[in-house]
């Protein structure tokens, strides 16, 4: 089932000013779908600094016009282009709106997905839903609060990061402009595409955490015939063998997956600076003096997250004869957990829902759900993920949007937008 805008009658609990917002959408449907056409055709992978800082430029010629102070936070010193940090003053006296999105891709220049192409109501092209189809949503639901006149008074922020596919490092700094932005934010709405299963929308109340760990295990070398002795013990890849197995019996509850994304075992075994090479040499009749793996933890609260990994530290710490282990954990996206204001800001999702006649919008699984800027704003802000366009695809080739779905996005978000900032802090 497809919902479209184009069929809908007035509802009468619409007000003037949401009729008015709903038809600003409508008419303004060319322009957002060339607006999209032109940030699409721009390569922004994560690493292309200069795109990335030229789609920033894009968005800068978009909300300017709307009365924001637009600000460019240079991040090369994170290796990274930057953020845009778009401010909008209103009267004060209502909540803080933060509207979350990010200009970069995963597709680097050399990518061989490129262009942009229309298919019907289908749009396809890189990053085309993740995320320039969120960027074209916040332009069309910001110019029709103009265009009704609820933008006026509305106290908004736009915090589109330039490395939500690849962070920056420091983290810490990379996100620093953002967390800022949450501390001021009331509610927070993030733009990424909007979860869609058995031809209905669903409300993001949760996302999962995503965070890296890497193991080095070290044991005793000589000739193999000596080994689970008592001078050689049980060597590296055992001790490695014994910390994977344990985290598969002994970790799994509800929304906490452990994958192991790359390993390796021998006489010497490294990972390279990135992590994501391993290398190793060794003979069947050497015990491996080193082992290594490197993979991620995903969880869904910060009480969860503690857990586990203090039990993944237990685990290792538990050697074979002979051996050792270390594990460390690099700073990651944090759990946005399914909270009771998280829930309340889809209840008045679904109100807006229900004044437009559309379907309500159930909450989605967060275990299929990736990680997301808004993790970052979650635990000083009520937090609304997906609000983005509707697709499929994406991180790869053939990565499409429903340019039908642009226009329900940016009505749904501009009322809503519109009704929060006109409550009272």
């Known amino acids: 089932m497809i919902f479209t805008l184009v069929s809908l009658a007035a509802a ?58 637009v600000r460019w936070i240079d991040m090369r ?40 192409r229309r298919d019907g109501t289908r749009a396809y092209g890189p990053g085309v839903g993740d995320d320039k189809g969120g960027l074209v949503v916040i332009v069309a639901a910001l110019r029709a609060m103009q265009a009704a006149g609820t933008l006026r008074n509305a106290d908004v922020t736009v915090v589109l990061t330039g490395d939500e596919e690849r962070t920056g490092a420091p983290l810490a700094q990379a996100r620093a402009d953002l967390i800022a932005a949450g501390k001021w934010a009331d509610v927070a709405l993030e733009y990424e595409n909007v979860a869609t299963e058995g031809g209905r929308d669903w409300g993001t109340t949760a996302r999962r955490s995503s965070t890296n760990w890497a193991i080095t295990a070290t044991g005793v070398t000589g000739h193999s015939s000596a080994v689970f002795g008592p001078a050689l013990g049980y060597g590296a890849a055992y001790e490695l063998a014994r910390i994977l197995d344990a985290f598969r019996r002994e970790l799994p509850e509800p ?45 869904l609260s910060p009480e969860q997250d503690a857990r586990v990994q203090a039990r993944m530290t237990a685990i290792v710490a538990q050697h074979l004869p002979r051996t050792d282990a270390t594990i460390t954990f690099s700073d990651g996206y944090p759990p946005m957990a399914p909270t009771a204001g998280n829930r309340a800001l889809l209840a008045q999702l679904n109100a807006v829902n229900r004044d437009l006649s559309l379907p309500e919008m159930p909450e989605y699984d967060p275990a299929k759900r990736g990680a997301a800027d808004s993790s970052f704003v ?16 994406a991180h790869a080739e053939g990565e499409w949007i429903d340019l039908a779905s642009l226009p329900r996005q940016a009505t749904r978000s501009a009322i809503l937008i519109s009704r929060l900032a006109a409550q009272k802090r």
Do not use: C, W, Y
Not at 26 to 52: H, K, Y
Not at 378 to 393: C, F, I, K, N
């Open 255 to 299: 929304n906490v997956t452990f994958n192991v994304g790359v390993m390796a075992a021998g006489t010497p075994a490294v990972l390279d600076d990135s992590g994501v090479r391993a290398s190793a040499s060794g003979k069947t009749n050497i015990v491996a003096a080193q082992a290594v793996a490197r993979g991620d933890l995903r969880t």
């Open 378 to 393: 979650a635990a000083d802000a009520d937090t609304l993920g997906g609000m983005g366009a509707s697709g499929g695809g």
């Open 77 to 116: 010193a994170t290796g990274r282009a930057g953020h845009i940090v778009a401010t909008h003053k209103g009267n004060g006296r209502g909540k803080r709106v933060l509207l979350i999105g990010h200009l970069d891709t995963v597709f680097e220049p050399d990518s061989p997905f490129t262009g942009f």
């Open 12 to 69: 009468a609990t619409l007000s003037p000013a949401e009729t008015r917002m709903r038809a600003s959408v409508a008419a303004e449907a060319p322009r957002t779908e060339a607006l999209l056409e032109r940030l699409v055709q721009q390569n922004s992978g994560s690493l292309n600094l200069d795109g990335v800082t030229k789609v920033g430029a894009m968005m800068r010629a978009e909300l300017a016009p709307l009365g924001f102070d």
